[in-house]
């Protein structure tokens, strides 16, 4: 039997300071069932040493299948995960950001409940996680505010829609045509799932939020757009989805 592999796509901006230490948890991360991983690091064009970093990881462990790519510009988070979208060979894929706020030991439970259930779609919820902390109130009150536009538009039960730890079957992300640039990925992709017809299960993640000083991006601005995509996909026409 042709062992499984799990494709990590890793979107990076800026991240010179974390890049290296989330690329080696990512590494040492060993999956459930010997599935091997693949590691997709699509650099957002940054202007810091977020490349050096990443070279210096690929000398220091040639022993890791990582593809690395480098966008002719930058373009944004939905754009650098598009192309990594188009180097995916796994049988699942998730995101991973490039900063520390996620543990990569939590992908064997999305794993195994993939495994377990055929799954499509599986999302890991920091919400659901009770132990966990949250950097700021803005940004706990617009995660759960997006998560409730999304379960009432889409009929769903998300406690944390725009969670980073979103894992799909790779031939369902592959089908879905995605236009999205910025941050607007989650939304978007979270919302054509739901238009295709699937109810998106969640388990807890864990979560170690850093501040805007350590180089948090996201804002209030990136919420109204997330909002206005969900209003949007709701009601557009489903031959556009597909």
Same mark, same amino acid.
């Given at each position: 039997m042709k062992q499984q592999t799990l494709s990590i796509i890793i979107p990076a901006y800026n991240e010179a300071s974390t890049i290296f230490r989330l690329l080696e948890k990512v590494h040492h991360t060993r999956l459930v069932h010997d599935i091997r991983k693949e590691i997709i690091v699509v650099n957002d064009c940054s202007k810091d040493n977020t490349e050096e970093e990443i070279l210096r990881f690929t000398e220091t462990y040639p022993d890791c299948t990582l593809v690395y790519h480098k966008q002719p510009h930058n373009q944004g988070k939905g754009a650098a995960i598009r192309a990594g979208i188009q180097k995916i060979t796994g049988n699942w894929t998730i995101i991973q950001d490039a900063d520390l706020e996620y543990n990569p030991e939590d992908y064997n439970p999305l794993l195994e409940w993939m495994i377990e259930n055929d799954g499509k779609v599986i999302y890991g919820s920091r919400f659901l996680n009770k132990t966990n902390k949250h950097s700021y109130q803005s940004f706990y009150l617009g995660g759960r505010l997006l998560s409730i536009v999304t379960n009432l538009l889409y009929g769903q039960h998300l406690t944390d829609e725009p969670t980073c730890y979103k894992m799909f079957d790779s031939g369902l992300l592959r089908s879905i045509p995605l236009k999205s640039t910025g941050f607007e990925f989650c939304p978007e992709?979270?919302?054509?799932?739901?238009?295709? $017809?699937?109810?998106?299960?969640?388990?807890?993640?864990?979560?170690?939020?850093?501040?805007?000083?350590? $180089?948090?991006?996201?804002?209030?601005?990136? $919420?109204?757009?997330?909002?206005?995509?969900?209003?949007?996909?709701?009601?557009?026409?489903?031959h556009s989805l597909e």
């Open positions: 992709v979270t919302a054509i799932v739901c238009r295709r $017809g699937y109810k998106i299960p969640e388990l807890p993640i864990r979560y170690y939020p850093r501040s805007i000083e350590e $180089g948090k991006k996201i804002n209030w601005k990136d $919420g109204l757009i997330a909002i206005w995509v969900l209003v949007k996909i709701r009601f557009a026409n489903k």
